[in-house]
């Protein structure tokens, strides 16, 4: 049986990782650069942002503070996406 600390980080890793990974690709398409170059950026950044991620979260104290450094994160890469996703970056 898994400890439940252990589950939330692995929780953590794997859907924080992702949703920050996620974000990362998203928001650079915000930057002042040709698309094809942000996207390009964009995919191998978040390769390195989730590696990352990870490895945050298996090195914080705890699991609260893992998502609180996740959550942290992606509350900044939270309004570059938006404004791509509402179309102004285009």
């Known amino acids: ?14 859907v924080g990782g992702y949703a920050l990974a996620a974000l990362f690709s998203v928001a ?3 930057l002042p650069m040709r698309p094809a170059e942000a996207a390009l950026l964009g995919m191998t950044g978040s390769f390195l942002l989730y590696t990352g991620a990870v490895i945050w979260v298996f090195a914080s104290r705890s699991a609260g503070y893992a998502w609180l450094g996740l959550c942290a994160v ?10 791509v996703w509402m179309g102004e970056a285009a």
């Open 1 to 14: 049986m898994i400890p439940i600390s252990i589950a939330m980080r692995i929780l953590a890793a794997l």
């Open 74 to 83: 992606a509350l900044a890469l939270l309004p570059p996406a938006v404004w």
């Open 28 to 30: 650079t398409l915000a």
